[in-house]
Each structure stands twice: as C-alpha cells, then as structure tokens.
C-alpha cells in the first residue's frame, strides 16, 4: 500500500474522523480492556502507533503516567487533533513500520487499525522487537481479510476490480508473530457487525474515516457505484438495516527478558 497516499487520505479525514469513528472506538476500547491491566509500572516511554486523533492517547497517560508519552502517525493533521485531545503527547510524524526509537527504550507500545496496510507484517514485528525493553509489550488491534465481506460481495456482482481493501490473514499475522522474538500472551478474534439505514451510508462513512482508500488510481463510476448499492440491497435485515461486517485480530505481544546465563 503507498503509505503518502494512505497519510493523504487521514489528512483530509482528520477533521471528521471523530465523528463516524464508531467501529474504531469499541476497538480501540477492547485493545485498552486488555492493555490497562498489564503489569507496568514507572514507564519511561510508551507510544501509541498510528496515534489518529489520538484516542488512546489520555488512558495511556493516566493509566500508565509515562515519563515520555508518543503519539505517531504520517499524518499531521492527525498529530495535531491528538493534541489536542492528549496535551502531554509528544507528537512524531513518522512511518510505524519503522519507528525511530532508540533499540531496547519502550515498555509499551499500542496500534490500534493501522497495521492492517503493511504489505507485510515481519518488517515491523522485528523493529518492534528491537525498540522494546525486554519484558516490554506490543498491543496490536488489525483488521482480518473478511473485513466488509458484504461490500466486496455487491462489488463482485458489478466488475473483478478490487475496490475493498485485502488485509493479511490470522495465520499470516501467526506465522510473523511466530518468526520474530515476540512471544504472543493473547491473541483473540471477532467479527463485529454494524448496522446502517442504507449502503450509501456506509460508503459515506468509510469516506470520512479516511478508511475508503484503495491502491487504484481511478474511481469508479457512477453507474457501477448503483449497480453496487442495488446487489448491497441482497444483505438487508428483516430490521431494513444493511450490515457491514469488520473482522478484528487483537495481539497482546511480549519481548522476553534477557536470559539469565550460569
Ligand atoms: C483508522 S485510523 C486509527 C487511529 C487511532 N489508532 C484510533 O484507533 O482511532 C489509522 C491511523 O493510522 C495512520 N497510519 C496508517 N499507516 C501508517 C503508517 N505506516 N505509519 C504511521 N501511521 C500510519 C493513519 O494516518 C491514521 O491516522
């Protein structure tokens, strides 16, 4: 995936990102269920990836009261809503898959949906790995290939053209996890359903979200785009609502400590 085009796309989502974010807060809610209970205490550095609008930013400072709290993210337009939102935030408008952290410095590190567009995860697994202090954590919440299975199914009644992207699958995720020195202490999957009045809401939605970005220079036209929300009408509850299903990964990830030698 290009990864300017991806902060193009967050940039000019960033002022209504808050306001349709649904789906990303109950994620990003259930990533923090399970990472305020971790074992942390006297943090020195703990950085949110792919920070947005900064979201999990305030949990992080009052839960964990780091000395440095980081949020990143290529986009700056999202760096300064996380500003806003989390004063304390030191801001770093950087690529996550390469953060630019000293080698063993970080005791937690949080991603909540934006490692689902690497092209692949290793990359980032193994920079993680080296950044983190041993006994450190990484806390991912992704997003699984059947991710908006209805619109991909509505596209495929109208042309062969990708228009959904592909996210990297559990055992894709598993195989990285399991190639790289992080051990994974939780790993759990879930298919979450959310319900609109119409498939040109959703499409709205995803517009907003900055979520609608596709590696594709062209845009498809009008007619398919109606030929599209008429095959969407074949997933229509008895309740008249439409449902978009979002497949979600959370990875709970440790570095082991160093081993002890005799
Ligand atoms: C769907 S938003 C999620 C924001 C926030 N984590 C939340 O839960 O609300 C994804 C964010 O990841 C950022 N992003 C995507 N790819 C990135 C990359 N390679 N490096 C840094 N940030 C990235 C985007 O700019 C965007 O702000």
Not at 85 to 104: G, M, T, Y
């Amino acid at each position: 995936m290009d990864k300017q085009a991806v902060a193009k796309t967050f940039s000019l989502a960033a002022a209504h990102y808050d306001s349709v974010a649904h789906l990303q807060r109950t994620v990003a809610d259930r990533l923090m269920a399970i990472v305020v209970n971790l074992p942390i205490n006297d943090a020195e550095k703990v950085v949110d990836l792919g920070t947005g609008t900064g979201y999990l930013l305030p949990t992080l400072a009052q839960r964990f009261k780091p000395q440095q709290l980081f949020g990143l993210d290529l986009s700056s337009e999202m760096l300064e809503h996380a500003s806003d939102r989390e004063p304390s935030v030191i801001k770093l408008q950087a690529d996550l898959e390469c953060p630019p952290f000293e080698h063993n410095s970080i005791e937690l590190a949080t991603t909540s949906l934006a490692v689902q567009w690497l092209e692949q995860p290793t990359r980032f697994l193994k920079n993680l790995n080296e950044q983190l202090k041993p006994g450190g954590y990484l806390a991912i919440a992704t997003l699984g290939p059947h991710t908006l299975n209805e619109l991909k199914s509505a596209w495929q009644q109208v042309d062969h053209v990708r228009h959904v992207n592909e996210f990297h699958s559990a055992q894709e995720w598993l195989g990285a996890i399991e190639h790289s020195e992080l051990e994974a202490t939780l790993w759990r999957e879930e298919h979450i359903e959310v319900l609109y009045e119409s498939p040109l809401k959703l499409l709205n939605e995803l517009k907003l979200l900055g979520a609608s970005h596709v590696d594709r220079q062209d845009q498809p036209k009008v007619s398919s785009v109606r030929k599209m929300l008429r095959a969407y009408q074949g997933f229509q509850k008895p309740t008249k609502q439409f449902p978009a299903t979002w497949e979600v990964y959370y990875a709970l990830l440790r570095k082991p400590k160093t081993k002890q030698f005799v």
